[in-house]
Each structure stands twice: as structure tokens, then as C-alpha cells.
């Protein structure tokens, strides 16, 4: 993406055209380097919750989709330091209260439930699992660098809360929930 403080309307830099990218700190690495994938998996995983915010007409659903857009945005740039990507306690404090909430609109689940039913839900599901390959994923790279324990309760209360998501959009549009059959 092009630099704002740039007066050009470009968005291509040709930076990029040798497999090269840029972390923000300036260092040059290759665009398959671990926290450079990170980034694009927060990306994608943005990019589902935008697509869930625009498949629901619940207001307040909508407002918490782009809150966590929002967070998402800031990660993905820390993740290029792994060791700054630290996340606020409050915003893990915030995706449990939005969990405890959104909860006791659906009940317990007494059976297990396939991902589907209302668009908007099944954009969830997606996102869901989208949001464990990233988890998975800081994992590994754990494994190589420091990665603060913020980052990683974030992204598990994250899941959660899509899963969530999922089953109160379904909830709203009258649309029962997957069950797994037998």
C-alpha cells in the first residue's frame, strides 16, 4: 500500500516484485517469512469479519465486527515485531464480556454443530477458523521468537467469540443451527 505522507496516487511501489517486502522496522524480508504470513493471515481474517459485518443487519453486531477489524489492524502491524505484539488486557476483557453477552442470547449448545445456516453465520464460521490457523501459527513462531502471552489469549478469546457470533446471528435470523448428524 502506498505511503500517505507519499503525494503520488500510486498504490504499486515495485518494491515488492522480487519476493522482498518490508517490516517495519526497515528490515528487507522475504514475502513467505513466518510474521510476514501472520500478516496476512490477520488480513484475511479482517477481510471475513468485513464481509460478516456487511451480510448482518444487527447494528450492535455490526459495531463489534468493526471494533475487532479495528484491533485486527493494529496486530497486524506489531506482528511484523512479534515480541512488541503485545495486545491491551482490556481488549481481551472486552471479547469475554462480548462472549458472556452474545452467550445467554442462544443458551448451551446440547450437541454439536456443523458451521453453516444464515450467510452471516456461516462468514463467521470462516472467520472462526481462520482465527485458529492464526493461532496455530503464533505457535510456531513462538517456537522461533519471543511472542507476548497477550497475543495468544487474544486470538483464542477471539475464536471463541466468532464461534459465538455464529450461533447468535443464526439466532436472529431465525435460522437454526447446523446439528451434527449421527
Known amino acids: ?16 516484485d522480487m519476493g522482498l517486502t518490508s517490516l517495519t522496522t ?19 481474517l479482517n477481510s471475513f469479519l468485513g464481509m460478516t459485518a456487511s451480510l448482518t443487519s444487527s447494528p450492535d453486531l455490526k459495531d463489534l465486527l468493526h471494533q475487532v477489524q479495528n484491533e485486527l489492524m493494529a496486530i497486524a502491524g506489531k506482528l511484523q515485531t512479534p515480541s512488541r505484539a503485545s495486545v491491551e488486557e482490556s481488549c481481551i476483557v472486552s ?11 442462544t443458551g448451551s449448545i446440547p450437541y454439536f454443530i456443523l458451521p453453516g445456516g444464515a450467510p452471516a453465520a456461516a462468514s463467521s464460521h470462516i472467520a472462526r477458523t481462520i482465527c485458529r490457523r492464526i493461532e496455530r501459527n503464533l505457535v510456531a513462531l513462538g517456537e522461533k521468537e519471543p511472542v507476548p502471552g497477550t497475543i495468544y489469549r487474544y486470538f483464542n478469546r477471539l475464536s471463541d467469540l466468532l464461534f459465538v457470533l455464529a450461533r447468535v446471528l443464526n439466532h436472529r435470523e431465525n435460522v437454526p443451527d447446523v446439528r451434527r448428524q449421527k
Open 1 to 16: 500500500m502506498s505511503n500517505p505522507e507519499n503525494k503520488s496516487n500510486k498504490v504499486y511501489t515495485r518494491t515488492g
Open 26 to 44: 526497515g528490515e528487507r524480508v522475504l514475502k513467505s517469512d513466518s510474521r510476514i504470513s501472520l500478516c496476512g493471515e490477520v488480513d484475511e
Open 95 to 105: 471479547i469475554e464480556k462480548n462472549i458472556d453477552s452474545l452467550s445467554s442470547e
